[in-house]
């Protein structure tokens, strides 16, 4: 008798292969070291143009505060004093006009907001703060009791224009760094060198550190 069943040369039964615990793991590995290469450079160049932004609408502060000094025999926005504040963020109301600004103040004035703004004696950034008058930067004018200032300054008269500062970001008072912060989005504790953008009486802007000795 004849067995009618084919007969098969050669041919083996194949083995279907899974997706192993060790294989995930080092997927998972790659793509996470492929991010990070990827979201890195992207978080630092966020970081760098929001810099650039800043500084640019501090030079064109600066530079409207000087055009205000031509103007008026060469003395600096004075002690203008408001129903709503002191002179050292009112002055806005002065030399706001120097950058093509009119009308009343407003959280759309971008030449007085830096990006990274986020405020630390209220709860929302000062240019979004009708409080300070919309904006993230103050003029060196600080009225207050033994606080040197060069408010109603002549400009001849400041006698080393390049070191002496004009306006600047508001934590460069505290002293933090809304750029560089060593607290995270913490506005607390002030520390020594914490680096703000700064501009100078000569017209430049700069990203500073600024001395800290914990009370002056």
Known sequence: MQNSAPFHYGLKPTRVTGFSRTDFLMTLAT?????????????????????????????????AVLRFAEEHSTALPGLM???????????????????????????????????????YSDPRPFCRN???????????GVNLLGVPNIAGWKLPSV???????????????????????????ANAPFYRDAESVVAFADGHASFTRIYYDGYN
């Open 31 to 63: 793509v996470a070291v492929l991010a990070a290469v990827v979201v890195v450079p992207l978080s630092a160049g966020r970081a760098k143009s929001r810099l650039a932004v800043c500084t640019g609408n501090l030079q064109q502060v600066a530079r």
């Open 81 to 119: 004093h408001t129903e709503s504040g002191d002179s050292w963020w009112w002055y806005k109301e002065e030399i706001k006009s120097y950058v093509g600004l009119s009308g009343a103040s407003s959280t759309n004035d971008a030449a007085f907001a830096c990006p990274l703004d986020r405020g």
């Open 130 to 140: 009708p409080r300070f008058d919309y904006s993230s930067y103050v003029f060196n």
């Open 159 to 185: 006698n080393q224009p390049e070191r002496t500062l004009l306006v600047m970001e508001w934590v460069a008072h505290a002293p933090l760094s809304w750029h560089r912060s060593r607290t995270g989005k």
